[in-house]
């Protein structure tokens, strides 16, 4: 089923959903580069999320062309938000174990928190990041809710893994707008800065897992810059293990 046109001016992509096309998950699946390794590995929640996407299939979505094929995807997960900052969860991880409670005990949803918004590798930089999102922001909407939670991953901060987080969030470019492209977008959609998640992922795993995703190895304890991380990881060689804890920006889309 079409849920509707994403972009009235041109029509060139329409939504639909992971209920009615389940197949068109495999083109998602099949972009590489698109996440670090070590992040698909994360704790309980990264585990869970296939059942987020069979939970709440009318808010997993598709941006898809003239010619059927995947331009981009986003996906979200409903949960009872009390409507405050100190009441969002922790941060993605938590999100999506809240999202999987409030279903199986009932609890009416209230928001909508997106949990990943991804573009075809060759069709990036052009615009469609912003239908993703309002294609988001639709579907939270049509089902009653009021605000599209974000907990933002800042698509440059892995490039200066070394900057404090909320440091970083606050870079500006010279026209005074946020110097991270992906927080400018939220931005500029009218979402809104309400908290930062200091520990919104987590993977924890034994250092031969970190080698190998990583392709580096770590002959002594301490923190090590890792590609694709947003912060640097802590390696325990006594207990052979690394820790990442992954800073997100939660910026809340209040729907009207
Ligand atoms: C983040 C992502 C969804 C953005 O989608 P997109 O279609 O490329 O974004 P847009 O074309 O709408 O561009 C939004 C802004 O980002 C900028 N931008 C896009 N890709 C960029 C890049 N690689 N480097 C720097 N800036 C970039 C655009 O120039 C634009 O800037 P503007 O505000 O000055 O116009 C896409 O890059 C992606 O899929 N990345 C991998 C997955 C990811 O990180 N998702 C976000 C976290 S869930």
């Known amino acids: 089923m079409i849920v509707r046109e994403s972009h009235p001016k041109r029509r060139t992509l329409r939504v639909v959903t992971f209920r009615d096309r389940p ?31 069979k939970a709440f299939p009318d808010f997993f979505l598709f941006l898809v062309d003239g010619a059927g094929r995947v331009a981009g995807s986003g996906f979200a997960a409903p949960l009872a938000w009390a409507g405050t900052a100190e009441t969002l969860p922790e941060g993605w991880d938590g999100a999506l174990l809240q999202s999987l409670d409030d279903h199986a005990a009932g ?12 573009v075809a590798p060759h069709r990036q930089g052009r615009g469609v990041g912003r239908q993703v999102l309002a294609a988001l922001r639709d579907v939270a909407a049509s089902h009653g809710l009021g605000a599209l939670l974000a907990p933002v991953r800042p698509t440059l901060k892995s490039l200066y893994p070394l900057a404090p987080f909320e440091r970083y969030i606050e870079w500006k470019r010279a026209d005074g707008s946020p110097f991270d492209p992906w927080i400018r977008l939220h931005r500029s959609m009218g979402a809104r800065v309400e908290h930062i998640a200091l520990c919104s992922m987590v993977v924890r795993a034994p250092l ?34 690394a820790l990442y804890e992954e800073p997100n920006l939660w910026m809340i889309h209040r729907l009207a």
Do not use: M
Request: hydrophobic letters at 45%; a negative charge.
């Open 107 to 118: 609890r009416a949803p209230t928001a909508a928190c997106a949990l990943s918004a991804i």
């Open 23 to 53: 197949d068109l998950l495999g083109a998602v699946a099949a972009w590489k580069n698109v996440w670090p390794d070590f992040l698909l590995h994360g704790q309980e929640a990264r585990r869970r999320f296939g059942e987020a996407r």
């Open 208 to 241: 031969r897992n970190w080698e190998q995703w990583t392709g580096l190895r770590f002959p002594e304890s301490g923190p090590y810059v890792v590609p694709g991380a947003l912060c640097p990881i802590l390696v325990d060689c006594d207990r052979d293990e």
